[in-house]
């Protein structure tokens, strides 16, 4: 069942010799978890060029997603797709951004409409004010036009912002008339970031007091002394413990709370199969989006160095199938 009534656009795929290992590859990821198996035809459909083969991947992969339920995993993917898809279908490829849905939470990781939109903004640059027109906000080249920023503020997610996209924001009313810069300053006020227990703010490697929404109004304070220096009165009681605040702006890095280290885990006791399928249960089995992207990452990566150290998953008696999936990824990888 498709994921919120949403409609995913499955298209024929023309008659072409598939290549030997997909077969494989999809009995493989057919035993994984729904978001796993999105993830490895995903990462299949990376290593090939063939319009077809890659078009079947893809739109698999959107289906497995779909059966998540998670609206998060469904941006990501669908951003993948637009990004996959660009050459092969760039029809299909600019529907796929047009349906990915926008910031929905503050704790998403992307505006995934504006994230896909992105990937095609890449080899045609004119689609940056149709990205805007269909609602997506986070597009780094709209931000360079300031004709189009009065639609891109009306998309500011709100409360919903993060960091990066009030920094985009305030980039882009460097270029506009104060008054709309004003605008701009007041919507970025409303952005909340995520509580002090999901993420952290870091300033090198001092900790902000106040996390995401610190590291927010301070940048909304260097952008106000900078380019509203008349207008400082106007926001004083939000700034007022900011005072001593510098005006250089520093590099600002946010972190879960809880960082995961799952790859090292898997790393830890080397091609051990009992080892890996206790860790992989224990860590991947049900997940929030977050942590489906860490258990997707560290099985590519203990694939990987297993793989290189000539281990075998049938002959170590490697259970899991995700780390399976991966495995013949890597094999696949070398061959090519």
């Given at each position: 069942?498709?994921?919120?009534?949403?409609?995913?656009?499955?298209?024929?795929?023309?008659?072409?010799?598939?290549?030997?290992?997909l077969p494989r590859l999809e009995q493989a990821?057919?035993?994984?978890?729904?978001?796993?198996?999105?993830?490895?035809?995903?990462?299949?459909?990376?290593?090939?060029?063939?319009?077809?083969?890659?078009?079947?991947?893809?739109?698999?992969?959107?289906?497995?997603?779909?059966?998540?339920?998670?609206?998060?995993?469904?941006?990501?993917?669908?951003?993948?797709?637009?990004?996959?898809?660009?050459?092969?279908?760039?029809?299909?490829?600019?529907?796929?951004?047009?349906?990915?849905?926008?910031?929905?939470?503050?704790?998403?990781?992307?505006?995934?409409?504006?994230?896909?939109?992105?990937?095609?903004?890449?080899?045609?640059?004119?689609?940056?004010?149709?990205?805007?027109?269909?609602?997506?906000?986070?597009?780094?080249?709209?931000?360079?036009?300031?004709?189009?920023?009065?639609?891109?503020?009306?998309?500011?997610?709100?409360?919903?912002?993060?960091?990066?996209?009030?920094?985009?924001?305030?980039?882009?009313?460097?270029?506009?008339?104060?008054?709309?810069?004003?605008?701009?300053?007041?919507?970025?006020?409303?952005?909340?970031?995520?509580?002090?227990?999901?993420?952290?703010?870091?300033?090198?490697?001092?900790?902000?007091?106040?996390?995401?929404?610190?590291?927010?109004?301070?940048?909304?304070?260097?952008?106000?002394?900078?380019?509203?220096?008349?207008?400082?009165?106007?926001?004083?009681?939000?700034?007022?413990?900011?005072?001593?605040?510098?005006?250089?702006?520093?590099?600002?890095?946010?972190?879960?709370?809880?960082?995961?280290?799952?790859?090292?885990?898997?790393?830890?006791?080397?091609?051990?199969?009992?080892?890996?399928?206790?860790?992989?249960?224990?860590?991947?089995?049900?997940?929030?989006?977050?942590?489906?992207?860490?258990?997707?990452?560290?099985?590519?990566?203990?694939?990987?160095?297993?793989?290189?150290?000539?281990?075998?998953?049938?002959?170590?008696?490697?259970?899991?199938?995700?780390?399976?999936?991966?495995?013949?990824?890597?094999?696949?990888?070398?061959?090519?």
């Amino acid at each position: 069942m498709l994921l919120r009534g949403a409609a995913f656009l499955i298209v024929a795929i023309a008659n072409a010799a598939p290549p030997d290992w997909l077969p494989r590859l999809e009995q493989a990821a057919v035993l994984e978890t729904p978001l796993m198996r999105a993830d490895t035809l995903f990462s299949a459909a990376e290593l090939v060029t063939d319009g077809p083969t890659r078009l079947r991947l893809v739109q698999q992969g959107l289906l497995a997603a779909s059966a998540a339920r998670l609206e998060e995993a469904r941006g990501f993917y669908l951003a993948a797709a637009a990004d996959l898809l660009a050459e092969v279908d760039p029809v299909l490829s600019q529907r796929y951004a047009a349906e990915a849905p926008v910031r929905q939470a503050a704790a998403w990781q992307a505006d995934y409409r504006g994230r896909a939109f992105g990937f095609l903004i890449r080899r045609r640059p004119e689609l940056a004010e149709e990205a805007i027109r269909a609602g997506a906000f986070h597009v780094s080249a709209a931000a360079e036009k300031p004709e189009l920023f009065p639609l891109l503020l009306a998309n500011f997610p709100g409360e919903r912002a993060r960091l990066e996209d009030v920094e985009l924001l305030l980039r882009a009313a460097e270029g506009v008339a104060p008054a709309l810069a004003i605008e701009a300053v007041t919507a970025a006020l409303t952005a909340r970031g995520t509580p002090e227990d999901y993420e952290q703010a870091w300033i090198g490697e001092v900790r902000l007091a106040g996390g995401m929404r610190q590291a927010m109004r301070i940048r909304i304070l260097q952008f106000v002394r900078q380019f509203l220096p008349d207008q400082g009165s106007r926001w004083a009681a939000e700034f007022d413990d900011l005072a001593g605040m510098p005006a250089e702006r520093p590099a600002i890095r946010i972190e879960r709370t809880e960082r995961g280290d799952l790859a090292e885990r898997l790393l830890a006791k080397g091609p051990n199969a009992e080892y890996l399928d206790a860790v992989m249960r224990g860590s991947c089995v049900a997940t929030d989006f977050a942590r489906h992207r860490e258990c997707a990452e560290a099985a590519a990566r203990a694939a990987e160095v297993f793989s290189r150290q000539k281990a075998r998953p049938d002959e170590m008696g490697l259970r899991n199938a995700s780390l399976r999936a991966r495995w013949l990824l890597e094999e696949i990888a070398a061959e090519r």
